[in-house]
């Protein structure tokens, strides 16, 4: 069945951006589990509601503008974050709530629809080239600044006050973390959407940390059980009317139920 699939062109995109996700997304998941910010990818994620409504207003690719309204949304937070001194999930939630209004009352005022599912769920089955080709770059990028800043970040997550102490740049360190962040998530809410790419880059990591005794190991595990969200959920897609993305958050979500009533928390050597 799965060969007679492969003929179509729309499937053989689908399975190439999951393999561009499974790549590095799980394993950039571990440093945002490490830095202690999952909020923060569901903020991001959610501003594709104001870059959606931007496309539509401009005459954009949608593509497009989630790479310009996502990345001045991360420096946004960051700079808020340093301005008032707030905790940072108090601060998330006021952003989330801020840019998804922002989003629907644009949309709203400027008569553009908006496709919730879409921006919801994702819709894999309609990535083309052109997204293929972002993907791949972003996850270029990605591995780049993960080879830069893994130590940094390791450091930071482990000790922040410590690690400013040591003369670690940590704002600017965790800034160029919260941008390349939101670059990942512009081009990922495209193809799976804005629930299910909070999941990816969270789920596996959490837990891969349940069952990971060292940072390696934590990885290893994160970029196996991302990869086996995503093709599972995309085979339960082909056989069920699910959407893909939400089908892959299903089996993400399951995965890390299944881990934690069978294991506790063991804890993840820094």
Not at 38 to 51: E, I
Not at 121 to 136: K, S, T, Y
């Amino acid at each position: 069945m799965l060969l007679e699939w492969l003929e179509f062109e729309f499937v053989r995109n689908a399975l190439v951006a999951m393999a561009l996700l499974a790549a590095v997304y799980p394993v950039l998941g571990v440093f945002v589990v490490g830095q202690r910010i999952s909020y923060f990818s569901d903020a991001v994620s959610h501003s594709a509601f104001t870059g959606a409504a931007v496309a539509g207003l401009l005459g954009l690719q949608v593509g497009d503008a989630l790479l310009l309204t996502a990345p001045i949304f991360a420096l946004l937070v960051a700079w808020f974050r340093a301005r008032t001194q707030l905790p940072t999930e108090t601060l998330l939630v006021v952003a989330i709530t801020g840019i998804s209004a922002l989003g629907i009352a644009i949309a709203s005022l400027a008569e553009t629809p908006l496709a919730l599912g879409a921006l919801l769920f994702g819709d894999v089955l309609a990535i083309e080239q052109g997204d293929l080709w972002r993907l791949f770059g972003i996850d270029c990028l990605l591995v780049a600044m993960l080879l830069v800043l893994a130590r940094p970040l390791v450091r930071i997550g482990f000790h922040r006050e410590l690690a400013l102490a040591q003369g670690v740049p940590v704002r600017a360190v965790e800034t160029l973390f919260l941008v390349g962040l939101s670059l990942a998530i512009a081009v990922g809410v495209r193809g799976v959407g804005i629930l299910p790419i909070s999941a990816l880059l969270v789920l596996p990591a959490a837990t891969a940390r349940v069952l990971a005794h060292s940072l390696r190991s934590m990885l290893w595990l994160s970029a196996l059980l991302g990869m086996v969200s995503l093709v599972a959920g995309f085979s339960l897609a082909l056989w069920q009317p699910i959407p893909p993305g939400a089908a892959a958050a299903l089996v993400a979500v399951m995965l890390f139920v299944a881990v934690a009533l069978v294991r506790p928390a063991q804890g993840v050597a820094q």
